[in-house]
């Protein structure tokens, strides 16, 4: 189905329900996981950018609701907990312990969450674009939260690498210089 000239609305609208509802359920996932991380990092460096993160999670959630909401899209809650499930589900991984947690966990999870930023940041450009055709869409608050992911992902970045020099060993700084080029 072409663009409407009139309204400036998305072409396959069943599609683009597909794609804001998954962005929503990652985001329900995402939440879950860094309230995790949290728990697990009370009283050290990582607590304050978790908190932080958590705040902005919480945000880009309610904006990607509000989105879905502003341009007429069902919301499909079978999504969200599919994917509250998988969160917990994921907690049972293979990690080289059986009753205790791993140091392995920790990198794991700052691994996920920097990755799983790019992917949404990714969705934030796609809505952003789709807001210069359509005015329900406030590309001007999707702007705002691709810069904040890029500042989300710089952070996690350095984090994942200094939890892998815990891990294992190495240079975090080393490895922040490589990654830079």
Avoid at 91 to 110: H, Q, T, W
Wanted: one cysteine or more; aromatic letters at 6%; proline letters at 4%.
């Amino acid at each position: 189905m072409p663009e409407s000239p009139a309204t400036g609305a998305p072409r396959n609208p069943d599609l683009l329900a597909i794609y804001c509802n998954d962005h929503l359920a990652a985001a329900a996932g995402g939440i879950e996981l860094v309230s995790r991380m949290l728990g697990r990092h009370r009283g050290n460096r990582y607590e304050a950018p978790l908190e932080q993160l958590l705040d902005e999670l919480r945000e880009e959630r309610s904006a990607v609701r509000r989105t879905i909401d502003d341009l007429d899209l069902p919301v499909r809650q079978y999504k969200l907990v599919a994917s509250w499930v998988a969160e917990k589900l994921s907690r049972a991984k293979l990690n080289g312990r059986l009753v205790s947690r791993s140091p392995l966990s920790d990198l794991v999870e700052f691994e996920f969450i920097a990755t799983a930023v790019l992917a949404k940041r990714a969705g934030f450009e796609t809505l952003r674009a789709l807001g210069a055709a359509d005015p329900r869409i406030d590309a001007a608050l999707f702007e705002r939260l691709i810069d904040q992911a890029d500042r989300q992902h710089h952070w996690l970045s350095d984090a994942r690498r200094d939890v892998a020099a815990s891990v294992f060993g190495g240079d975090a700084e080393a490895a922040g210089d490589a990654a830079d080029t």
